[in-house]
């Protein structure tokens, strides 16, 4: 059988041809989705690579592509900083570490578009890898007839293109004045060409926002385009002020005749929507026709506070990926390794959310559970059990306010820790007040 090279320079052993175009997309999408089970357990790629009648078949799909990728890895003997490491450095940080785009561009010193575009050939070259090695073919009936795919490069969809935006940057805390008045700077021309009048009324002391800053400064953009191209002639008004847990920025503009947004202005704005949810923000659009309302736009952020999260697990290298994925977001990490402090160490730093993993030596981590719940100055701060262990219901049981099973990837943990934070508010909000 012929052989093919893999990027790694390596010899894999398989057959030369080329995966079909279904089959590289199905790949990605689970790649990008790599611990999600449901996601994984609808991929077609389960029935391709014929693992639909083993028991648990997301978990196997999840170690079939990660074996995969080690077929990449190079010898012991090729020098780290070769560049035969660099399609196995992409796959393994980017979908198994689940690093930003951003983040393995940095550690490869790249550019990011160069990066996406190494991402794109080695994940290709992983398709090819499968379809050969799987046979996949065999169960394509059409796959032989079909024609070549073409070496050059796919042109990404729209959505690939948000998802690419969603996950390659990581949330920063953002100064709205720094971050409004960026993007002023980078729209005064179309300001100034339009004649529109700026009434900018934001004030000091705003609390920093929680948000991917990149992408965010791509929404705010088209947002205040679309609101210029409104008020040509006319005025343009930004405020902000804190609501609740939220910051917000409304944005009015106003022309002689109320002007209209172009096809392209709704089709900008509905991806500033979109992007705004990236950040856990949220984007409401009011444009009417001439002579109606103004034009009015409210962009609601999250304010970011820091939350103390104390992560507990014996596994040093799990406390890392953790510490990575929770690197600047709003929940600030400590790590623990050391179960017998737990209770000490939590005394101390307060925290507003426990991670425990209970599965730990020299502690039956179900009993500390109990002992936080029952703990009088730690009983009500909620704790998320975090284990390769299939029960949820037993956690719940136990008192753990919310479970997600290792592996996790870093969207799932921030969601986790999201929807815990959100029930906090709640709770606090609908409790009893003195009058």
């Not at 357990?41 to 391709?48: H, V």
């Not at 939590?346 to 719940?373: F, K, S, T, Y």
Request: aromatic share 6%; proline share 7%.
């Amino acid at each position: 059988m012929a052989q093919q090279r893999t990027p790694s320079g390596q010899r894999a052993g398989i057959g030369s041809h080329a995966a079909s175009a279904p089959f590289v997309r199905a790949l990605r999408a689970v790649l990008w989705h790599l611990y999600d089970p449901v996601t994984l357990r609808q991929s077609s790629l389960i029935p391709l690579l014929g693992i639909g009648q083993l028991e648990d078949p997301p978990a196997r799909l999840r170690s079939l592509l990660i074996e995969a990728m080690e077929s990449f890895k190079p010898a012991r003997d090729v020098p780290p900083q070769a560049s035969a490491w660099r399609a196995y450095r992409i796959l393994y940080e980017r979908f198994v570490e689940q690093f930003s785009q951003r983040e393995v561009a940095t550690h490869l010193a790249v550019g990011t578009r160069q990066l996406r575009r190494q991402e794109a050939h080695a994940v290709r070259a992983l398709a090819d890898w499968l379809w050969n090695h799987y046979d996949v073919a065999s169960r394509v009936p059409d796959a032989a007839s079909s024609p070549p795919r073409e070496t050059g490069e796919e042109t990404p969809s729209r959505e690939q293109e948000l998802e690419w935006l969603r996950t390659s940057y990581p949330d920063e805390a953002v100064a709205i004045d720094e971050l409004l008045r960026a993007t002023l700077y980078t729209v005064d021309p179309l300001l100034q060409a339009l004649k529109a009048r700026l009434d900018y009324a934001v004030p000091p002391g705003l609390p920093q926002v929680a948000a991917q800053l990149t992408s965010l400064r791509h929404a705010l953009a088209n947002v205040l385009t679309a609101a210029i191209q409104y008020a040509a002639h006319g005025q343009l008004r930004i405020e902000a002020e804190v609501r609740g847990s939220q910051v917000c920025i409304q944005i009015w503009a106003t022309g002689p005749a109320h002007g209209t947004l172009s096809k392209d202005d709704r089709e900008n704005l509905d991806l500033a929507q979109r992007i705004a949810e990236f950040s856990r923000g949220s984007l409401e659009v009011r444009a009417h026709g001439p002579g109606e309302a103004p034009f009015c736009a409210l962009l609601r952020l999250p304010a970011a506070a820091q939350v103390k999260v104390l992560v507990v697990d014996d596994n040093l290298d799990t406390l890392r990926l953790v510490e990575r994925h929770l690197a600047g977001t709003r929940y600030a990490f400590t790590g623990l390794a050391d179960p017998q402090q737990v209770v000490a160490v939590a005394e101390d730093l307060a925290p507003e959310i426990i991670l425990l993993d209970v599965m730990l030596p020299g502690v039956d981590g179900w009993q500390l559970l109990g002992r936080l719940r029952e703990h009088p100055r730690l009983g009500a701060v909620p704790v998320l059990v975090y284990t390769i262990l299939a029960q949820e219901q037993l956690a719940l049981a136990l008192g753990a306010a919310a479970f997600v099973r290792k592996p996790v990837s870093r969207s799932a943990l921030l969601q986790a820790l999201d929807q815990l934070m959100d029930r906090k508010r709640i709770a606090s909000d609908s409790a009893p007040r003195c009058r």
